[in-house]
T-cell receptor, first 109, second 113 residues
Framework: AQRVTQPEKLLSVFKGAPVELKCNYSYSGSPELFWYVQYSRQRLQLLLRHISRESIKGFTADLNKGETSFHLKKPFAQEEDSAMYYCALRGSGYSTLTFGKGTMLLVSP | NAGVTQTPKFQVLKTGQSMTLQCAQDMNHNSMYWYRQDPGMGLRLIYYSASEGTTDKGEVPNGYNVSRLNKREFSLRLESAAPSQTSVYFC????????????FGQGTRLTVV
């Protein structure tokens, strides 16, 4: 079975502070990991995926297979980063996306 | 290019009523999904269709049925709505292969009273 854990329901930071949204997963094979973001009253959209190893809107995430983690980081938070963030996993073969429960990020001025 | 389109956007039902949520995608994707989003629960998969002509249960299928009408359309039906089905429903689609992105509709906010 595949499982995604996001331990924080809410993360509140001030503008300019570093941000780390935690994601841990459980999967025996080789997973694909994603971060999706949902801004207020908008649809979910892909933020980044581990295979791309890219930085989107200043966010990065590194897959750590030893710690089974895929934490999302940004060195300097902006107010427009306020949103709900979901970590998601897809297993090998044909597999559906399994989402964590989400972390609400609030960035205050 | 509309992507994934869901109808309706909002709906209020009385307990016991039935309704169908419609979803269509114009990206020629093989796979389509229905999720529900509840506070503190994240997104949970209701049903999915890996390819045209197939459907499978997800994590929370009870009380729902689906139809993959063709490659573009995937509908979700509530036969007898219950207050526990009050939620925001999202349809999504993807190519279904490894490393491919899932695209989401704008959601349907359903309230069952």
């Amino acid at each position: 079975a595949q499982r995604v854990t996001q331990p924080e329901k809410l993360l509140s930071v001030f503008k300019g502070a570093p941000v780390e949204l935690k994601c841990n997963y459980s999967y025996s094979g080789s997973p694909e990991l994603f971060w999706y973001v949902q801004y207020s009253r908008q649809r979910l959209q892909l933020l980044l995926r581990h295979i791309s190893r890219e930085s989107i809107k200043g966010f990065t995430a590194d897959l750590n297979k030893g710690e089974t983690s895929f934490h999302l980081k940004k060195p300097f938070a902006q107010e427009e980063d306020s949103a709900m963030y979901y970590c998601a996993l897809r297993g090998s073969g044909y597999s559906t996306l399994t989402f964590g429960k989400g972390t609400m990020l609030l960035v205050s001025p | 290019n509309a992507g994934v389109t869901q109808t309706p956007k909002f709906q209020v039902l009385k307990t016991g009523q039935s309704m169908t949520l419609q979803c269509a995608q114009d990206m020629n994707h093989n796979s389509m999904y229905w999720y529900r989003q509840d506070p503190g629960m994240g997104l949970r998969l209701i049903y999915y269709s890996a390819s045209e002509g197939t459907t499978d249960k997800g994590e929370v299928p009870n009380g729902y049925n689906v139809s993959r009408l063709n490659k573009r359309e995937f509908s979700l039906r509530l036969e007898s709505a219950a207050p526990s089905q009050t939620s925001v429903y999202f349809c999504a689609s993807s190519e279904g292969y490894r490393n491919t992105e899932a695209f989401f509709g704008q959601g349907t906010r359903l309230t069952v009273v």
